[in-house]
């Protein structure tokens, strides 16, 4: 990730690994919410616990 960012002009301050702390999380209601949002959810909670997927915070600020 950080090798595209930089690639595209960004310069990584800050890279922090979330997923640990996000699947102890309570789902927020979502501002829309679609007819198919359990299923999009469940697919994501599932993703995330299978380590599928990752949550990250990256901090990144412009090359000068």
């Given at each position: 990730?950080?090798v595209a960012l930089e690639a595209?002009?960004?310069?990584?301050?800050?890279?922090?690994?979330?997923?640990?702390?996000?699947?102890?999380?309570?789902?927020?209601?979502?501002?829309?919410?679609?007819?198919?949002?359990?299923?999009?959810?469940?697919?994501?909670?599932?993703?995330?616990?299978?380590?599928?997927?990752?949550?990250?915070?990256?901090?990144?600020?412009?090359?000068?």
């Open positions: 990730m950080r595209g002009g960004l310069s990584a301050i800050e890279q922090s690994d979330l997923t640990a702390t996000r699947l102890g999380e309570a789902p927020r209601k979502p501002v829309i919410e679609r007819e198919d949002f359990p299923v999009r959810l469940h697919n994501l909670q599932s993703c995330l616990s299978d380590g599928r997927l990752i949550a990250q915070f990256i901090l990144a600020e412009k090359s000068a």
